[in-house]
């Protein structure tokens, strides 16, 4: 079993959808959450991060993380056709086990369509 | 956050030989990853990169085939030795802040391919 599984996709949502996009993951020394957007034939970019649990909001999009189900979710509002790219998801622990390494999820590509 | 050069940025190279790829940070920074992804996949960590002694390797790759420089707080090498065809992928330089709470930022990535 994989530490994070995401969904690989495609997705494809009509301009203006809400878009969920989630991961879960196995290791409960998880602690930081992160979630990067990346274009293709760039490198990935940071879109939110999360420490524990909880909601954080950043414009158009909310990231959540529910600890107890290890899962954790980003929500695109208002999606446009720029966010059309590949999301994935990344964690790392901490305490005595922390190397500073982050585990990434699989991706989801997400294409908005105008 | 901190703004990463990485060079080339893609290049195609003959089985056998070696490339090395470099990767320049504008501030000092603590933590210095390599990452590889291969095509349609997510991102795997090859090593992180240690100022001033070897790097940590994951399992599954050996610092012979991956040999990593990082003479200073802002500069890390990774080269790919006797390279074949299964080694065509992204090759991604990543830093992280002296807190560690923050995420990393990635440099644009450098494309091979093996042929």
């Known amino acids: 079993q994989k530490e994070v599984e995401q969904d690989p996709g495609p997705l494809s949502v009509p301009e203006g959808a809400i878009v969920s996009l989630n991961c879960t993951y196995s290791?409960?020394?998880?602690?930081?959450f992160m979630w990067y957007r990346q274009y293709s034939r760039k490198g990935p970019e940071l879109l939110m991060y999360?420490?524990?649990?909880g909601n954080k909001e950043d414009g158009r999009f909310t990231a959540q993380v529910d600890k107890s189900s290890k899962y954790i979710s980003l929500f695109i509002r208002d999606s446009q056709p720029s966010d059309s790219a590949t999301y994935l998801c990344?964690?790392?622990?901490?305490?005595?086990?922390?190397?500073?390494?982050?585990?990434f999820g699989q991706g989801t590509t997400l294409q908005v369509k105008p | 956050s901190a703004v990463i050069s990485q060079k080339p940025s893609r290049d195609i190279c003959q089985r056998g030989t070696s490339l090395t790829i470099q990767c320049q940070v504008d501030?000092?920074?603590?933590?210095m990853f390599w990452y590889r992804q291969q095509p349609g996949q997510s991102l795997t960590l090859i090593a992180t990169?240690?100022?001033?002694?070897?790097?940590?390797?994951e399992s599954g790759f050996v610092i012979d085939k991956f040999p990593i420089s990082r003479p200073n707080l802002t500069f890390s090498t990774l080269t790919v030795s006797n390279m074949s065809p299964e080694d065509s992928s992204i090759y991604l330089c990543?830093?992280?802040?002296?807190?560690?709470?923050?995420?990393?930022?990635f440099g644009s990535g450098t494309r091979l391919t093996v042929v």
């Open positions: 990543s830093v992280g802040g002296d807190t560690l709470v923050y995420g990393y930022t």
């Open positions: 290791n409960s020394a998880f602690q930081y």
């Open positions: 999360t420490y524990s649990s």
């Open positions: 990344a964690m790392r622990a901490v305490g005595s086990s922390n190397t500073g390494k982050l585990i």
């Open positions: 501030s000092q920074v603590t933590m």
């Open positions: 990169a240690n100022q001033g002694s070897e790097a940590t390797y």
